[in-house]
């Protein structure tokens, strides 16, 4: 069948007994309208609930950290207990004298450069100088520890008051090397000695066998003075100083020299 003039598309369709398309699209639309916007209404209403349901839900703050407070008992400080007396006992009455054993040339070479004499066991000991009160036990301690050591050895006569005098202690104590079976005691000093004040009285030079190194006996001693090492390294008196009659050079605050 053709398509007659002067009819419109519905009108052709009824004629011909068919649906209108047009107006079922129409109404298919309109339906989907109707569905969207009850879909529409109900996610509004959907998200209008949840806001509501959110501003009646009470509202959760983080909680902070609790500051902990300090105890009384954290604030106060206890200071260590003193004991009655914290004080280095002094030396006896009667001891004047201690005597170190020690290597002549370690000695010199602290005199001749003006510095203090530490032993060399002084750090590994604990911080002390090993000294006895005794001279005549020096040449046993000798043969006893340093008979395979070569080399001069000497005895310094150390002033024990004088020391004390300084704040240098001097306390009788086991050695570190002494045990149970063999307990070892000896006098330490807690310092060095030192060459610029006169602590050393006097100088005991040890004679010993050149063949076996056995120490035999102490020599006559020697004066600090006179046993001082000079500028060459030997032993043996000072440079004399110029003598009072003859006029001494000296040097003004202007670098020109003049005679005094």
Not at 85 to 91: A, Q, V
Not at 144 to 164: F, R, S, V
Request: net charge positive; charged share 25%; with cysteine.
């Amino acid at each position: 069948m053709g398509w007659h003039i002067g009819m419109t598309e519905e009108e052709m369709r009824e004629f011909a007994g068919m649906s209108c398309p047009i107006s079922n699209a129409k109404e298919n639309q309109t339906h989907n309208n109707m569905n969207n916007n009850n879909d529409d209404n109900n996610s509004s209403r959907t998200m209008s609930d949840k806001q509501q349901d959110d501003e009646q839900a009470p509202i959760r703050t983080p909680e902070k950290p609790k500051r902990r407070e300090k105890s009384a008992a954290t604030n106060t400080t206890t200071a260590c207990p003193l004991p009655p007396s914290s004080l280095p006992p002094p030396p006896p009455p009667d001891a004047q004298y201690i005597y170190h054993l020690c290597q002549k040339t370690k000695w010199d070479e602290a005199v001749r450069n003006n510095l203090p004499y530490f032993p060399p066991t002084y750090m590994k000991d604990g911080k002390f100088t090993r000294a006895s009160i005794y001279k005549e036990d020096i040449v046993t301690v000798a043969n006893q520890y340093y008979k395979d050591t070569p080399g001069k050895w000497i005895a310094l006569e150390l002033d024990c008051k004088l020391l004390y005098s300084l704040g240098i202690p001097i306390l009788a104590q086991e050695a570190p090397e002494s045990t149970l079976e063999a307990p070892v005691k000896c006098l330490q000093v807690f310092g060095g000695i030192s060459t610029s004040i006169p602590l050393v009285h006097r100088i005991y030079p040890l004679f010993r066998k050149n063949a076996t190194g056995e120490f035999l006996k102490l020599m006559e001693p020697e004066s600090p003075l006179t046993a001082m090492p000079t500028t060459t390294g030997t032993v043996g008196n000072t440079k004399p100083g110029p003598s009072p009659e003859q006029p001494q050079k000296r040097k003004s605050l202007f670098g020109r020299l003049k005679r005094g």
